[in-house]
């Protein structure tokens, strides 16, 4: 009987109620023990506890909040730091090279970010079984290759993308492959995983393999950057390159 008064006691002040609010529910408190009994009051108690622990709209409106809370991961922040500020200031060389490299790396990090997002903003992850998140989630990888594949291609046209992004030797997708190999590989080991409580804190452990990616994404694109001189500086002479 103490232990239900205590909590009750306990919820007020946690609640920020006041002094004033917790005496008037102790006096109460003791009105319904003298007119129900001790027993009678530990039996509304139980069934309280229970009803409310079983709540499925509470159940829901907390899974909601976690999958919400995917929208505080470090991940998001970084990229946005990275676009809005660190890749404006990459040197690349003159303005040609520089708009072609900070682009592909913007659109890339933007990619990543956008279809995250929408992964999380479009879908019940929670109540997802771990097949059909597994294939969300290998939708949303691919999703994410194509976008920025194709961005850059409308962006700089066949010419440079072929150059750029997928020369055989120098393109970014071939220093890029061991990344987008080993991430795939990585995130097909945590969906299959059952050290994993639920889907939420699979996105979670997926997100922190995006994370670590970004500096590699980098370097990268840094690689791509120093393979190319002659046949870059002709290409974009051939197009008068207007950025």
Request: a neutral charge.
């Amino acid at each position: 009987m103490n232990t239900i008064i205590n909590e009750l006691l306990k919820n007020i002040l946690e609640a920020g109620l006041g002094w004033q609010v917790l005496i008037v529910s102790i006096l109460i408190i003791i009105q319904i023990l003298a007119f129900i009994g001790g027993k009678n009051l530990l039996v509304l108690w139980k069934a309280y506890r229970n009803a409310n622990s079983d709540n499925p709209l509470k159940n829901d409106k907390n899974s909601k909040k976690r999958q919400m809370d995917l929208f505080n991961h470090s991940l998001f922040f970084t990229m946005n730091h990275l676009v809005n500020h660190k890749v404006k200031m990459m040197n690349f060389g003159d303005g040609n090279r520089n708009k072609i490299f900070r682009t592909l790396l913007e659109l890339k990090i933007k990619s990543i970010c956008n279809h995250s997002k929408q992964l999380i903003e479009e879908n019940d992850l929670t109540n997802m079984d771990k097949l059909d998140f597994k294939s969300l989630v290998f939708k949303n990888f691919t999703s994410i290759i194509d976008d920025y594949n194709n961005q850059f291609k409308e962006r700089f046209g066949e010419d440079l993308y072929g150059l750029i992004l997928q020369h055989s030797e120098k393109g970014f997708n071939n220093w890029h492959e061991n990344v987008v190999v080993y991430t795939h590989n990585l995130v097909d080991d945590i969906c299959d995983s059952e050290l994993y409580a639920d889907n939420i804190e699979r996105m979670y452990a997926i997100f922190n393999s995006y994370h670590s990616a970004i500096d590699a994404t980098l370097v990268n694109v840094e690689k791509t950057f120093h393979s190319f001189n002659g046949e870059l500086d002709a290409l974009l002479k051939k197009q008068s390159f207007q950025g």
